[in-house]
């Protein structure tokens, strides 16, 4: 027989048998669906996940705290423990595989004055050689300390905070002041609180004359000032000495430990190995993996449910194809046995009934693919209350805002494509046996059967 | 194509050597066939005779390559069916044979046409060319009105006259009828044996035909008797002889009716039994 006939011919078949054609083909409709559907989720939450990163910071990052929580196996707070991060640890912590970059942080507070205006001042202190390592963000102007001049503090886009007045005139009516990082005079002082000054010292002010800005990133740099450690030590010791003698002592020590230890692992796989060899050492430490683990978990157990189900409905639509192949063999016995009679090879009648079979799967996964951008565009509309908390509930323990264009399901363009492979496949395979069998009929016996 | 040899009267088309047919009913032994030989020329109309359940029809299902033997041979055009591949039998009853069953075993599902259509379908012929031919071959037939018909809304002599111009349409050498009108009215009957026997002479065609009813039978140019899956008797019917044997002087030929078309069919001349 021609391609052709064929075709013309298995179609035929099928829409004389209309009623079970269509039942056949829903089931195939449903496996499609949903197998479509259980990848379109995946790759939505693997999106809202990127996005998540790109906020909170890398995955990669493990950051050890001078308190130290310890939780149970079941993520239950079960106390804590004061963690003494001295350079020795900083260097052991170097030496572990899979580490890529290691440095201490040094959380100091201060102002920013300019004029009769000031600003609260927050900078995180790091060794100059991990910014590239952390990936921080690019910058508006200036650049990252480096070797040749490591004097720079960098800010954060939303970095420093809006200046008011030192000494209003009334409390009731502050003013407050634009200032320009690179044009206005701005100095940088210590809080004076916490130290006494020798008054026979001049204060230490220091200028902001090195300056550099990063881009908007949405991410927690925007709310941080960032200086080298080096050249925070150099100034540190600068403003001890403008210290009383007692005071001078007790904030020199401090620069024996520091407040916390930020890491770099070189791969996402390795974050939990790190951190428990880090434990092994006798401290603890957090990771953004930690907070994610959960969502990732619960995310890929829905999944695989869906998947699951996708997979049984799969099953059960073979079935079904194999069932309704077999009924129309029985059904055209006689007719198949016509046609061997008048000459039809017997590849011809295994064609046929394998096109019908996979004529099912077809029509079923071409539905299916319809359906599942239909299901996809009302996940996204309206399936928050079910998907809304997976989704974001690595957002809520970080604070994070909330997003505000979330896709749960996403169906790349190879996904129809897969969707409609798959119905095809099951519909040739759960035919392949009837058709086999149709072959088998007996010319002779299928001409005596009435029917 | 094939006029040369066709017209090599001597030829024998088909031949069936020492065939036999057991079937195995549990510990039973049935012989449907024993021992049956015979020869049948190119361009004869052979009936083969006999009471139900004589092993006629298994006989012809043997000739057909539908069934397979138990013991002997049967050679068609020089090929032994019996050796045949599954698929160099189905291209061999493509070119080489038609079938006319008794109860018609036409497809319900399809029309007139795409039945007569259909053994051309599987001789990868194209539409359009099958299509003008069974056309032709159902006008010849004189159902011209009938094509878009299933075979549900005609009757039985219309729908054995389907069957006819499908077993003739891809122009086969060699046509068995199995009780062609086994469930047909005499007059009816008539007709369509009067079709038959027009077209198969018209174009030099071999028939074998099975069949219960003597006077159906007078049609043949030869009739071989068969009772109890053996030859009784052979009656050449051109020779108006009767022999014991299955070799049969060759007497006559067919000759005489290859002038004839389907509109002198009236005219055969009526044997009458004797």
């Not at chain 1, 690019?138 to 960098?154: A, C, K, Q, R, W």
């Not at chain 1, 323990?397 to 496949?425: C, D, F, Q, R, W």
């Not at chain 2, 009105?145 to 039985?156: I, N, V, W, Y």
């Amino acid at each position: 027989m021609r391609i052709s006939d064929l075709l013309r011919m298995g179609l035929k078949n099928l829409f004389r048998r209309k009623v079970r054609t269509i039942l056949t083909v829903l089931g195939v409709v449903i496996g499609c669906l949903f197998i479509i559907i259980t990848i379109s989720i995946g790759h939505g939450m693997d999106r809202s996940f990127e996005k998540q990163v790109k906020e909170y910071g890398s995955l990669t990052t493990i950051t050890i705290d001078t308190y130290g929580a310890i939780y149970d196996d079941n993520g239950n707070w079960v106390g804590g423990q004061e963690q003494k991060l001295t350079k020795d640890l900083v260097e052991q912590i170097r030496a572990m595989d899979h580490v890529r970059a290691v440095t201490p942080v040094i959380y100091i507070y201060g102002r920013y004055i300019s004029g009769k205006y000031e600003s609260g001042a927050n900078i995180m202190v790091m060794d100059r050689s991990v910014f590239e390592a952390f990936e921080f963000p690019e910058l508006m102007f200036g650049e990252y300390p480096n070797d040749e001049d490591n004097s720079t503090i960098v800010f954060g886009y939303n970095q420093p905070w809006e200046f008011y007045e030192s000494n209003p005139t009334s409390w009731m009516n502050v003013k407050y002041k634009q200032v320009d990082l690179q044009k206005d005079k701005i100095f940088f002082k210590f809080d004076e609180w916490r130290y006494q000054r020798n008054p026979r010292r001049k204060e230490f002010m220091l200028p902001l004359t090195n300056v550099a800005k990063m881009v908007e990133t949405k991410a927690e740099y925007d709310y941080n000032a960032y200086m080298d450690l080096e050249y925070f030590e150099k100034i540190y010791m600068q403003y001890c000495n403008t210290l009383t003698l007692d005071d001078r002592k007790k904030a020199m020590k401090e620069l024996d430990e520091y407040q916390q230890i930020m890491l770099n692992v070189d791969n996402i796989d390795h974050v939990e190995e790190v951190q428990d060899k880090i434990k092994e050492m006798g401290y603890q430490s957090n990771s953004l993996m930690q907070y994610l683990k959960p969502t990732i978990e619960a995310s890929k157990t829905l999944q695989l449910i869906f998947l699951f189900l996708g997979a049984v409905s799969m099953f059960v639509s073979a079935i079904s194809i194999a069932n309704t192949m077999v009924m129309s063999i029985y059904e055209r016995t006689k007719e198949i046995g016509i046609m061997k009679v008048l000459g039809c090879v017997v590849k011809d009648i295994r064609m046929l009934f394998l096109y019908e079979a996979g004529m099912i799967g077809f029509i079923g996964g071409v539905i299916g693919v319809g359906f599942s951008y239909l299901a996809s565009y009302l996940i996204n509309k309206y399936g928050k209350p079910l998907f809304g908390a997976l989704v974001n509930r690595g957002g809520s323990y970080l604070g994070g805002t909330e997003v505000a264009e979330v896709s749960y399901s996403i169906i790349p363009l190879y996904l129809p494509l897969l969707g409609l492979g798959i119905s095809v496949v099951v519909g040739l395979l759960s035919g392949y046996f009837p058709a086999r069998r149709a072959t088998k009929i007996s010319a002779i016996e299928a001409i005596r059967t009435e029917n | 194509m094939l006029k040369q040899s066709r017209n090599n009267k001597s030829e024998n088309i088909i031949e069936v050597k020492n065939a036999r047919k057991i079937y195995r009913m549990g510990k039973e032994k049935i012989v449907a066939v024993d021992d049956v030989s015979f020869n049948v020329k190119r361009g004869e109309f052979l009936c083969l005779y006999g009471a139900s359940g004589s092993g006629k029809s298994t006989l012809l299902n043997l000739m057909a390559g539908i069934e397979k033997l138990t013991a002997g041979q049967i050679m068609i055009k020089g090929h032994n069916i019996q050796r045949m591949s599954e698929r160099g039998l189905a291209k061999f009853r493509q070119n080489t044979l038609g079938f006319v069953f008794q109860s018609y075993n036409l497809l319900n599902s399809m029309t007139a046409l795409e039945n007569v259509e259909l053994p051309l379908v599987f001789k990868h012929m194209n539409r359009k060319k099958r299509r003008r031919l069974a056309r032709q071959m159902l006008i010849n037939v004189g159902l011209g009105d009938r094509l878009k018909h299933k075979p549900t809304e005609m009757s039985g002599g219309q729908q054995q006259r389907v069957g006819i111009a499908r077993a003739f349409v891809s122009n086969p050498e060699i046509v068995f009828a199995d009780e062609p009108t086994g469930n047909l009215d005499s007059k009816t009957s008539r007709e369509v044996m009067d079709l038959i026997k027009g077209m198969a002479k018209a174009n030099h065609q071999t028939i074998v035909m099975v069949t219960h009813d003597k006077d159906l039978a007078m049609y043949a140019d030869r009739i071989i008797h068969i009772r109890d899956g053996r030859i009784e008797k052979i009656v050449d019917q051109l020779a108006g002889n009767t022999a014991e044997t299955a070799e049969t002087a060759e007497a006559g030929g067919p000759e005489e009716n290859t002038g004839q078309t389907e509109q002198g069919l009236e005219a055969l001349p009526a044997h009458n039994p004797g």
